[in-house]
């Protein structure tokens, strides 16, 4: 286990060898073990293998082939649909049509996926998540058929690896983890944290590539800007309402 976690990458091209069944569900059912809040499994998980439906997916996924390409894709929803009709069924209310039961939900999705990726990386198999979802979660409910008290929040692409590629580095340890209290960064652990990773050739050809000057402004100015995240947000913020999260 700890040479499959210390050696993993994310997998993006694939062979066209398929996923049986069997495979699928012993992964997934394997996923469903993880801790999950109060035992309540807020979470569903949607199997795309149709040629079809992979294409509608495709746009919203931003056209990244690994949609198409791979054989399974798996869509993780922050799910209380099926938890509120338990409910409601068994003389119970609900009360979870607020921002804390949604994020519980999303924490518990996150949870079952990052599972479910390992339990397909100790197969040898490939996997990678896709940030998309969350930006077009919208129009992943339409094509999905998504209902009300369900939100989409990350998906994966699942294959037989046809590539192996390098690993990418992480921050040093000591970057990420604090001990007791947090340890607010100075000028000069920030600069000693991050002098690796802007020393390594392939940051310095995104900086060049991108006409930038540091690594942090293709961050800033390419990959993840202002104003993309201000209006991805907002449509994310009508999604919570309308599938019935934002009652506060
Ligand atoms: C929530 C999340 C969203 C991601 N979205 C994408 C994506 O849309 N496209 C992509 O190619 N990789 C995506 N990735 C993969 C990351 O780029 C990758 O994990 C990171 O660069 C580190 O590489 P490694 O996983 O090979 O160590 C995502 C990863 C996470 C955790």
Request: hydrophobic share 40%.
């Amino acid at each position: 286990m700890k040479d499959i976690l210390l050696n993993r990458r994310t997998i993006r091209k694939y062979s066209a060898e398929p996923i049986d069944d069997a495979l699928l569900n012993e992964i997934l059912n394997e996923g469903c073990r993880a801790s999950t809040t109060g035992n309540m499994q807020v979470y569903s998980i949607i199997i795309t293998r149709s040629k079809d439906k992979k294409e509608e997916l495709a746009p919203l996924h931003f056209n990244q082939k690994m949609i198409t390409e791979a054989p399974v894709v798996l869509t993780f929803c922050a799910d209380f649909n099926r938890f509120n009709k338990w409910c409601l069924l068994r003389n119970a209310e609900p009360g979870y049509d607020n921002f804390l039961s949604f994020m519980t939900a999303a924490i518990d999705s996150l949870i079952v996926a990052q599972t479910v990726c390992i339990a397909a990386e100790s197969r040898n198999l490939g996997i990678c998540y896709l940030g998309t979802t969350t930006y077009m979660a919208n129009k992943i409910i339409e094509v999905l058929k998504i209902p009300k008290g369900v939100v989409p929040v990350t998906t994966v692409t699942l294959g037989w690896p046809a590539e192996k590629p390098e690993r990418v580095e992480r921050l040093p340890l000591d970057a990420v983890i604090h001990n007791e209290t947090y340890k607010d960064y100075t000028d000069e652990s920030i600069n000693s944290f991050y002098i690796g990773k802007e020393a390594r050739s392939d940051s310095k050809q995104f900086v060049t590539e991108n006409n930038k000057n540091t690594l942090a402004q293709v961050f800033t100015d390419v990959r993840y800007k202002k104003e993309d995240n201000v209006y991805f947000s907002k449509m994310l913020v009508q999604v919570l309402k309308d599938q019935g999260f934002m009652n506060q």
